[in-house]
């Protein structure tokens, strides 16, 4: 590869909020953005980036859009086998589909096999950049990272730590979860481009002792995320509050064990109460809406214009897989039909921007991953905004690019990814 990368086309990025103001004011539109080293060297106009850098191997993708990676802020990687299993809510899909799959992960052999055809998967539909839970199993933890570690992928990852209300196979204890999730810290934590993230499955599959241990383990390492699952289903609430009879709220099930904090990602946040929503905002903490795991699962539906407007930070994604696709453009759609139903549809460049720079807000990564700007690391996505004949006849007569662009985001796949680069290396 040469040394400076200059690729061609429809360049989106952002220079602000979609959310804040006219949407498409956030927008900036270029023509062509270098690669140089593994970053975003510059981005502006097509010919004076050639005449600047005559050096540059140039790729022309034509009327294709490139824009940041698609960043994936919630997803379990070792559902990927199960995606997809038929009819159940939350509490009786887990004990039906997922526990029985994630028992497999012990097997570092299955556990590589299957994070290897995740990344597959993921690269394939545009995503470059998740947080993953893993499974109680160490090797799953290495499994992941190693994968994302070959392909030079920014991750964040952690072992799922359950200690009650699971098969024995999937258990730990406070004492095991705290010690091998900083074993698994501190020998992944910051080496290349992986993060680890401390990761208690949610409140129902820990004990109070073991939540304690996570925000015992939290407080030694607070740079780190902390990832967990918040007010998904009004079942699991009920439940909650039945096993934690001392509990304000569901959120207090954290709080009072140090597991609320600036750098906590909490998935679902559905059904929150009032007390709930101010302190997650006041905490600064992030919330992720999994929009076609919220519908698949039965869950409900995610306020965004409210929580929004509250100020917090929010970002997209699959739940891969309590989510039914690997495909964060069919995520967007999920959450523009969901902005539907709640009376608030969201504007394309809304939705781009929750899958890229709102997702790397969730995982404090905004300042290298997300966007495209000079300095940033240079994972993107180029699309093909005809890739099928019902999307291009649709297209086709668009009047800008946000019209052009919302046919993919309703009707697109994997077929509208037409190149992915990773660190500055092509990787579709
Ligand atoms: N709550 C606890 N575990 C899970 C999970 O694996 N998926 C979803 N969607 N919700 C959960
Ligand atoms: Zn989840």
Same mark, same amino acid.
Request: proline share 4%.
């Given at each position: 590869?040469?040394?400076?990368?200059?690729?061609?086309?429809?360049?989106?990025?952002?220079?602000?909020?979609?959310?804040?103001?006219?949407?498409?004011?956030?927008?900036?539109?270029?023509?062509?953005?270098?690669?140089?080293?593994?970053?975003?060297?510059?981005?502006?106009?097509?010919?004076?980036?050639?005449?600047?850098?005559?050096?540059?191997?140039?790729? +022309?993708?034509?009327?294709?859009?490139?824009?940041?990676?698609?960043?994936?802020?919630?997803?379990?990687?070792?559902?990927?086998?199960?995606?997809?299993?038929?009819?159940?809510?939350?509490?009786?899909?887990?004990?039906?589909?997922?526990?029985?799959?994630? %028992?497999?992960?012990?097997?570092?052999?299955?556990?590589?096999?299957?994070?290897?055809?995740?990344?597959?998967?993921?690269?394939?539909?545009?995503?470059?950049?998740?947080?993953?839970?893993?499974?109680?199993?160490?090797?799953?933890?290495?499994?992941?990272?190693?994968?994302?570690?070959?392909?030079?992928?920014?991750?964040?990852?952690?072992?799922?730590?359950?200690?009650?209300?699971?098969?024995?196979?999937?258990? +730990?204890?406070?004492?095991?979860?705290?010690?091998?999730?900083?074993?698994?810290?501190?020998?992944?934590?910051?080496?290349?481009?992986?993060?680890?993230?401390?990761?208690?499955?949610?409140?129902?599959?820990?004990?109070?002792?073991?939540?304690?241990?996570?925000?015992?383990?939290?407080?030694?390492?607070?740079?780190?995320? %902390?990832?967990?699952?918040?007010?998904?289903?009004?079942?699991?609430?009920?439940?909650?509050?039945?096993?934690?009879?001392?509990?304000? +709220?569901?959120?207090?099930?954290?709080?009072?064990?140090?597991?609320?904090?600036?750098?906590?990602?909490?998935?679902?946040?559905?059904?929150?109460?009032?007390?709930?929503?101010?302190?997650?905002?006041?905490?600064?903490?992030?919330?992720?809406?999994?929009?076609?795991?919220?519908?698949?699962?039965?869950?409900?539906?995610?306020? %965004?214009?409210?929580?929004?407007?509250?100020?917090?930070?929010?970002?997209?994604?699959?739940?891969?897989?309590?989510?039914?696709?690997?495909?964060?453009?069919?995520?967007?759609?999920?959450?523009?039909?969901?902005?539907?139903?709640?009376?608030?549809?969201?504007?394309?460049?809304?939705?781009?921007?929750?899958?890229?720079?709102?997702?790397?807000?969730?995982?404090? %990564?905004?300042?290298?991953?997300?966007?495209?700007?000079?300095?940033?690391?240079?994972?993107?996505?180029?699309?093909?905004?005809?890739?099928?004949?019902?999307?291009?006849?649709?297209?086709?007569?668009?009047?800008?690019?946000?019209?052009?662009?919302?046919?993919?985001?309703?009707?697109?796949?994997?077929?509208?990814?037409?190149?992915?680069?990773?660190?500055?290396?092509?990787?579709?």
């Amino acid at each position: 590869m040469a040394q400076k990368m200059l690729l061609k086309g429809r360049v989106v990025s952002f220079r602000g909020s979609p959310f804040d103001g006219e949407p498409t004011d956030a927008a900036r539109l270029d023509e062509a953005v270098l690669i140089k080293d593994g970053h975003i060297a510059e981005i502006g106009a097509a010919d004076s980036l050639i005449r600047a850098h005559p050096e540059a191997e140039v790729k +022309d993708h034509g009327d294709h859009l490139i824009m940041a990676g698609f960043v994936d802020p919630h997803v379990h990687f070792p559902q990927t086998a199960m995606i997809a299993s038929w009819g159940k809510r939350l509490i009786d899909w887990l004990n039906t589909y997922t526990f029985p799959e994630e %028992m497999k992960f012990g097997d570092i052999d299955y556990a590589t096999e299957v994070a290897n055809r995740y990344l597959d998967l993921t690269t394939a539909h545009g995503t470059t950049t998740m947080c993953s839970f893993c499974t109680i199993h160490p090797e799953s933890v290495d499994a992941f990272f190693s994968a994302a570690q070959q392909r030079g992928q920014r991750v964040v990852a952690g072992k799922t730590c359950m200690d009650r209300n699971a098969p024995d196979g999937l258990c +730990d204890t406070a004492q095991t979860a705290y010690d091998q999730s900083a074993a698994l810290l501190e020998k992944w934590h910051g080496i290349d481009r992986l993060s680890y993230a401390i990761t208690p499955r949610f409140s129902p599959t820990s004990t109070p002792e073991q939540l304690e241990a996570m925000g015992a383990l939290w407080a030694e390492h607070p740079h780190c995320l %902390m990832q967990t699952h918040l007010s998904e289903q009004t079942d699991e609430i009920e439940w909650v509050k039945s096993l934690f009879p001392d509990a304000r +709220d569901y959120l207090d099930t954290y709080e009072k064990f140090g597991l609320l904090g600036q750098n906590g990602v909490y998935g679902h946040v559905i059904h929150l109460e009032d007390r709930e929503r101010h302190r997650l905002r006041e905490m600064d903490a992030a919330l992720v809406h999994c929009p076609t795991s919220n519908t698949f699962i039965g869950s409900g539906l995610f306020d %965004m214009n409210g929580l929004m407007s509250e100020g917090h930070r929010i970002g997209l994604a699959t739940d891969t897989g309590g989510g039914s696709s690997f495909s964060m453009l069919r995520t967007m759609a999920s959450a523009y039909e969901i902005g539907q139903l709640r009376g608030h549809p969201l504007h394309p460049a809304q939705l781009l921007w929750l899958g890229t720079v709102g997702s790397a807000r969730v995982l404090r %990564m905004d300042a290298r991953i997300g966007n495209i700007a000079p300095g940033m690391e240079a994972d993107l996505v180029v699309l093909d905004l005809a890739s099928t004949p019902a999307i291009a006849q649709r297209e086709a007569h668009a009047n800008d690019i946000w019209e052009a662009v919302f046919p993919t985001i309703m009707m697109g796949d994997d077929r509208a990814i037409s190149e992915v680069w990773i660190g500055g290396h092509k990787a579709v």
